[in-house]
């Protein structure tokens, strides 16, 4: 009977699988999920209720924010795949019943085999019967491979790994909304500021055009002055246009990263403009930034990945040990024993993977390798970045500053504007034109900051810093406001040097005294440990380089130079690179008391030729008086002024001596001496050395 109906069966499901076909998506159902989809989107479990300051932004922006919501679903359900690829880890138990029922008994003959042969069957043979019509069968077996235990305990490290790097793309998410709250809140309050202002120039400018083209209609001024005027006024309405257009959206584009749908109203908090400071030196930042950042944390972990596979690609080249033993019950009648027990052990081997293996083995690690290279590359990217966002930093300070110079200039020429027409009598043109000049001044003021802050911010996410709790979970805005603001208070306190095992500043040049004094500043020749021979370079911590008064020779690791003001400091960096090794360190130079500076040297020529001759000899002792020169130093003797004086200063600026020039009294014409004062015998040497060092061997020591 059942195979009378198997055909029909077969014909049955064959028929319905060729008869699926695509089915376009309900249109109704399309509509009530559209209309759901703008439910959930407009909604806001924290009504705005006040105006927003820029951490309260920020903590709405992480909170609803639906590409962080999405990046927190992933490492959720990253969580979930490393729970199941634990269980891969524990060997099998399998449970199974059945039933089983025969209309007729399973009877058998037997007969005897002679000669590779079975002997024929009788022909009234005996049947025998082993097995009941109806039979029950139970059992528990318990199976152990040991090479999938192997592997599975791999693919669960593999596991844990992406686990982590969903981690990690979670918390790039965080840094990238912070940065880009940061950036859009500050254009729009830029935004606030500036529109209200707008319209209504705007509209006294729609009103002088107005003004114009009638009196051009009714030929009460000259045509062409007519034309010049409204040229005039057309171009500073499509200059407020444009500016208007670059700041309608910055609003929108701030609620769109906080969660909100177009059209949900919000206030902005007053702020004041206070230009933030980096608590950090430039050094510090790459170690934290190579620590701490999750693009360079994402390569690891896949670096890690990647030799997991070696170790995978190797176990699948082992022999297959499986274990096995099962408890067995079964209620046949024919059976001495129905319930038993039964165990197995069994070993198999894949010919195939003496050949596939060692394939995959070399493919594992040229994977490695490309991790490897990977991560370097995006090290190397890190480091770029850090530098050009500590660039972008300073030079937006710059912007900012001329910004802030010229809206104070602006101001004070339009109120000259508004009193000289009044005084005057003039067209508004002149006074239309330079409110709007002071419009736009505030404008670039309000857009520099804007961009100061968004650099300021860069520099958060080119370091990774982390400025949220680990857990978000049940935290409120207020809560998360709170934790924010504590964190950009102290984030650059945080992260204190990062010393490691493998550190090579062995003798940091802060701890050196780094004063810039009279002879300059030469940091120990064992301040690092890179190796030889050693090549150095110094710039600022900033990544600009040193200022133009400031020199540093690489051969004998000095610092010299003429500061325009004698009571600074300067944040530099020195670059040690030996032969395989690099390293680097930060510290503060400042200048000291004694240091080369031009009001310096005017006051060394005065006292030096008033002292006698005789004097001079009478004092010459090493531990001299300061105050009286005991010897002279000649350096060049030039028959020009300004020449003498061009040379005094260049080699001032190099080697940090006090250089002045003093013209002789007995020749004519007279020549101009290139001199520096020495108070003692120690001095001299010294001196002499510095002029060598820069090239200058024939300097001479003279009384006067």
């Known amino acids: 009977m059942f195979r009378r109906w198997l055909p029909i069966f077969i014909m049955v499901v064959f028929v319905a699988a060729c008869s699926r076909s695509p089915e376009p998506l309900d249109r109704a159902d399309v509509s009530k999920e559209l209309q759901s989809d703008l439910d959930k989107l407009g909604v806001m479990p924290e009504a705005i209720d006040a105006p927003l300051s820029l951490y309260q932004a920020i903590a709405r922006a992480i909170l609803y924010n639906r590409e962080y919501k999405l990046a927190a679903m992933e490492a959720a359900l990253s969580q979930r795949q490393y729970d199941l690829a634990k269980t891969n ?160 959206t910055a609003k929108l584009e701030l609620a769109q990263l906080m969660g909100l749908l177009p059209g949900q109203q919000y206030e902005l908090a007053k702020v004041e403009y206070i230009i933030p400071e980096v608590a950090m030196n430039i050094s510090l930042m790459e170690n934290t930034a190579l620590l701490n950042r999750p693009e360079l944390m994402e390569t690891r972990y896949q670096k890690r990945i990647n030799q997991s596979e070696v170790r995978a690609a190797m176990l699948s080249m082992m022999p297959n040990l499986n274990l096995t033993a099962s408890a067995n019950t079964d209620d046949s009648d024919y059976q001495k024993y129905n319930e038993f027990v039964e165990m197995g052990a069994q070993v198999s081997y894949n010919l195939m993977s003496a050949f596939s293996g060692p394939k995959n083995r070399a493919v594992a690690k040229a994977s490695v390798e490309v991790a490897e290279a990977q991560r370097l590359a995006m090290a190397m990217a890190i480091v770029s970045q850090v530098h050009i966002a500590n660039i972008n930093f300073a030079q937006s300070r710059q912007e900012y500053a001329v910004a802030e110079d010229y809206l104070s200039v602006s101001k004070r020429l339009t109120k000259q504007t508004r009193d000289a027409q009044q005084v005057a009598k003039f067209g508004a043109l002149e006074v239309i034109r330079q409110e709007a000049s002071l419009l736009l001044a505030q404008m670039r003021r309000d857009i520099a900051f804007a961009e100061l802050q968004n650099s300021y911010g860069t520099i958060y996410a080119s370091v990774g810093i982390d400025i949220v709790p680990g857990n978000l979970k049940d935290m409120s805005i207020a809560g998360l406001t709170s934790a924010i603001n504590q964190s950009l208070q102290s984030w650059g306190l945080k992260y204190k040097s990062i010393i490691t095992d493998g550190n090579r500043v062995i003798n940091p040049i802060a701890e050196q005294k780094p004063v810039l004094g009279r002879y300059g500043f030469v940091f120990a020749d064992n301040t690092f440990s890179v190796g030889q021979p050693v090549a150095y370079s110094v710039g600022m911590q900033d990544g600009t380089r040193l200022p133009d008064w400031l020199s540093f020779d690489p051969l004998t690791r000095k610092f010299s130079g003429r500061p325009p003001k004698k009571q600074m400091q300067l944040s530099l960096r020195v670059i040690a690179q030996g032969p395989k090794v690099r390293a680097t360190d930060s510290f503060i130079l400042r200048i000291g008391n004694g240091a080369a500076t031009a009001p310096i040297a005017q006051k060394a020529a005065a006292p030096s030729a008033a002292i006698p001759v005789q004097k001079v000899e009478k004092k010459a002792a090493p531990q001299a008086d300061k105050g009286q020169a005991y010897r002279f130093v000649q350096v060049k003797a030039l028959s020009d002024r300004s020449s003498a004086r061009k040379y005094a200063d260049e080699i001032s600026a190099k080697t940090g001596l006090t250089i002045f020039v003093r013209k002789t009294k007995k020749r004519n014409p007279p020549l101009y001496r290139v001199i520096t004062p020495a108070f003692s015998r120690q001095e001299i040497k010294t001196i002499r050395e510095a002029l060598a060092g820069i090239g200058i061997t024939d300097s001479f020591v003279t009384r006067q």
């Open 89 to 248: 880890i524990l060997p099998a138990l399998t449970l199974s019943a059945g039933y089983t029922a025969r209309d007729k008994y399973a009877a058998s003959a037997s007969t005897t085999f002679d000669n590779d042969t079975p002997a024929p069957l009788g022909a009234d043979p005996s049947y025998s019967v082993s097995q009941d019509k109806d039979r029950s069968t139970a059992n528990a077996v318990f199976t152990w491979n040991i090479l999938d235990f192997g592997l599975s305990y791999v693919r669960a490290g593999q596991s844990a790994d992406r686990r982590m790097i969903a981690i990690e793309r979670q918390r790039k998410v965080v840094h990238n909304i912070v940065r880009e709250v940061t950036s859009a809140y500050w254009r729009a309050v830029a935004a606030e500021n500036l529109l209200a202002e707008l319209d209504p120039l705007l509209r006294r400018v729609e009103s002088a055009l107005a003004d114009s083209r009638r009196i051009e209609s009714r030929r009460l001024s000259p045509p062409l002055e007519a034309l010049i005027y409204q040229k005039e006024l057309l171009e500073i309405r499509r200059t407020l246009h444009t500016q208007q257009r670059a700041l309608m």
